[in-house]
């Protein structure tokens, strides 16, 4: 009892944080999802692998006028194949379209926030206990910039914390925590989303140029 009442004291703007993190899950994944045109080509693409079709789709090509002519479903190259893969495994276990792809997004505002919480626990704790508004600004945060989930950027924004916490550990020479940082990010990016990797490269350019 006595833990917690001290967690709580000393650390109340994190659980804070987390509470406003859990209720960004619960109302996201009972909206209505609305898709964008890319994240609607990916659902397509994770349709048709989990009905052992390939990762294809027919947003890739010119369509045709000539409503007799057979439809194309060209290979998938445009995207990474992380996200119709991941999309696709929750497919075959029985989830419908609209789960899966929340799924997907609602794990990417998981790891978004988990990335700030362990930015705030370390880097300013501190400043956030002995400031109140403060630290009821930072806790209130989730509910009112986590974006919409109609994008397939959200990873790109997911992967943002972690990029900084890379950065930091590469400014206090911790190397094995920046090392495995930035090889984690570049898996991810390789995997799921090719333009995290220019997020890594641009920040470690960034740090080249620092004195």
């Known amino acids: ?69 057979e439809p194309q479903y060209p290979n998938m190259t445009w995207w990474a194949p992380g996200a119709p893969l991941f999309m696709g495994l929750l497919l075959q276990l029985g989830w419908n379209l609209e789960w899966a792809y929340k799924t997907y997004m609602l794990l990417c505002v998981v790891l978004a926030w988990l990335g700030w919480l362990l930015i705030a626990q370390r880097y300013l704790a501190s400043y956030l206990r002995a400031n109140f508004f403060a630290g009821i600004i930072f806790a209130l945060l989730p509910l009112h910039f986590t974006p919409m989930l109609d994008s397939d950027e959200m990873l790109g924004w997911a992967i943002v914390p972690w990029l900084g916490l ?46």
């Open 1 to 69: 009892m006595n833990l917690s009442m001290s967690f709580l004291k000393n650390s109340w703007f994190l659980f804070g944080f987390s509470l406003s993190v859990l209720i960004v899950l619960v109302v996201r994944f009972l909206a209505p999802a609305y898709p964008n045109w890319d994240a609607v080509a990916l659902l397509e693409t994770a349709s048709r692998w989990s009905q052992g079709l390939g990762l294809t789709s027919s947003v890739f090509i010119d369509h045709s006028y000539d409503l007799a002519a």
């Open 166 to 211: 890379a950065v930091a550990s590469l400014l206090s020479r911790r190397w094995f925590i920046a090392a495995s940082l930035c090889g984690l990010i570049c898996a991810v990016g390789y995997f799921f989303r090719f333009s995290v990797i220019q997020y890594l490269a641009v920040a470690l350019f960034t740090i080249a140029l620092m004195p």
